[in-house]
């Protein structure tokens, strides 16, 4: 089943921050983030462990709630960059495999 | 070299065309993987090779096939095609399998079946 993500498109200006949510209806072992530009090819963010351990870009921050099997992307101080829909892409249990989210449309504008 | 390369970017094929598609990464990645991704749509996996074994296959139609001849290859062979098979499809690679192992993509092929 699809982890499902919200809000499903979002309009920023430049300098102001989002959330992006990705929840899961299984347990989950890790939590991918993406961001895929058109055209383009997704381009990897973050990754959540379940424990804690995180890896991922200096600028670009993220939870992961394990009981509650949700993850949220914290994108600040939002750049013409940014622009892109973003995936979780979700581990559950010993799939080895991720799940990739519904998906969330960020638009930045001047 | 942090690239995966997929060829070609494009094509065109009949339902009863056989074609392959085409990834390459040289970063030693053991993991590999087949995506088809819609419009609008996320990623679904495919297929997954883990030290060049098919690993999972997401219970795909066997009009796709996969083939990983060596640790830097990874081909997806088509027949008979339906044109709802019309996608992307995106190579990826990884060091290892999910886990705290980021995938890195292929630019993709996009797929048209008339």
């Known amino acids: 089943q699809q982890p499902v993500q919200s809000p499903q498109a979002v309009i920023l200006r430049e300098g102001e921050d989002a959330v992006i949510n990705c929840s899961s209806s299984k347990a989950l072992y890790s939590v991918h983030w993406y961001r895929q530009k058109h055209g383009e090819a997704p381009v990897f963010l973050m990754i959540?462990?379940?424990?804690?351990e995180q890896k991922g870009h200096d600028k670009i921050s993220a939870s992961f709630n394990e009981k509650k099997q949700q993850s949220s992307l914290y994108l600040t101080a939002s750049q013409l960059s940014y622009s892109g829909t973003y995936f979780c892409g979700t581990e559950a249990g010993t799939a080895s495999k991720l799940t990739f989210g519904t998906g969330t449309r960020l638009q930045v504008t001047l | 070299d942090t690239e995966v390369t997929q060829t070609p970017k494009h094509l065109v094929m009949g339902m009863t065309n056989k074609k392959s598609l085409k990834c390459e990464q040289h970063m030693g990645h053991r993991a590999m993987y087949w995506y088809k991704q819609k419009a609008k749509k996320p990623p679904e996996l495919m297929f997954v090779?883990?030290?060049?074994?098919?690993?999972i296959n997401e219970s795909v139609p066997s009009r796709f096939s996969p083939e990983c001849p060596n640790s830097s290859l990874l081909n997806l062979h088509l027949h008979a095609l339906q044109p709802e098979d019309s996608a992307l499809y995106l190579c990826?690679?990884?060091?290892?399998?999910?886990?705290?192992?980021?995938?890195?993509f292929g630019p993709g092929t996009r797929l048209t079946v008339l």
């Open positions: 990826a690679s990884s060091s290892g399998l999910a886990g705290y192992n980021e995938q890195f």
């Open positions: 090779y883990s030290y060049e074994k098919l690993s």
């Open positions: 959540l462990l379940k424990g804690g």
